[in-house]
């Protein structure tokens, strides 16, 4: 069964520096997003994408943060210059199409962001 | 999209039923019932979803009442990989986010 994957698993890095988390979407899904969790609090929505462009971002996701489909496959959120408050579990999340019941958002298994 | 409520915790003994109610009273008439799982900090793992009627998969049974103001989702023989945070949540299908509350912590005991 197709799945969403992310890499790395686990990222450490220093306060000011710049991570970009990976996602693989499922292949022939159209709609991608970003969710995060800080540890013991809800999961969150960042961002989501279609089409080459933002379709929706939330409050969080300030001028820090940016997505890019840089080929066919990939999916990436970069975080530019991080903070402690950004060591959370970042989620990818990816779904077909929208409308009827295939509009189902599959998610991958998380990177675990670690600021120090 | 429609505001969702569960009950903060549950327990289960394994091998029983497990049944996590969801209240959404203010559900529209294009928004489906979605469940999702969260098993420790995994990524949430889609279950099953409905729009008026019933349903049921490999994994679960969701009963929507006739009025879709609530939803039963039915782990019908819980074990103990079944132990997690159940996501009720009322999704437009046009809707690009999934807004997440703090669901329900199903505990199965041995």
């Known amino acids: 069964e197709p799945e969403v994957t992310q890499t790395p698993s686990h990222q450490v890095t220093q306060m000011g520096q710049e991570v970009i988390l990976r996602c693989v979407p499922i292949s022939n899904h159209l709609y991608f997003y970003w969710y995060r969790q800080i540890l013991g609090q809800k999961v969150e929505f960042l961002v989501s994408f279609y089409n080459n462009e933002i379709s929706e971002k939330s409050e969080i996701f300030d001028d820090q943060f940016s997505v890019e489909r840089p080929d066919g496959s990939n999916f990436t959120l970069k975080i530019r210059s991080t903070k402690l408050e950004d060591s959370a579990m970042y989620f990818c999340?990816?779904?077909?199409?929208?409308?009827?019941?295939?509009?189902?958002?599959?998610f991958g298994p998380g990177t675990r962001l670690t600021v120090l | 999209d429609a505001k969702t409520t569960q009950p903060p915790s549950m327990d289960c003994a394994e091998g029983r039923a497990a049944n996590l109610p969801c209240n959404h009273s203010t559900i529209s008439g294009n928004e489906y019932v979605y469940w999702y799982r969260q098993i420790h900090s995994q990524g949430p793992q889609y279950i099953i979803h409905?729009?008026?009627n019933n349903e049921t998969n490999e994994m679960a049974s969701l009963i929507i009442t006739e009025d879709r103001k609530s939803s039963t989702l039915i782990l019908p023989h819980a074990t103990l990989r079944d132990t997690a945070v159940y996501y009720c949540?009322?999704?437009?299908?046009?809707?690009?986010?999934?807004?997440f509350g703090a669901g329900t912590r199903l505990f199965v005991k041995a």
């Open positions: 949540i009322a999704l437009n299908t046009g809707g690009f986010k999934t807004i």
């Open positions: 999340a990816s779904k077909k199409l929208a409308g009827a019941s295939t509009d189902t958002q599959y």
């Open positions: 409905g729009l008026k």
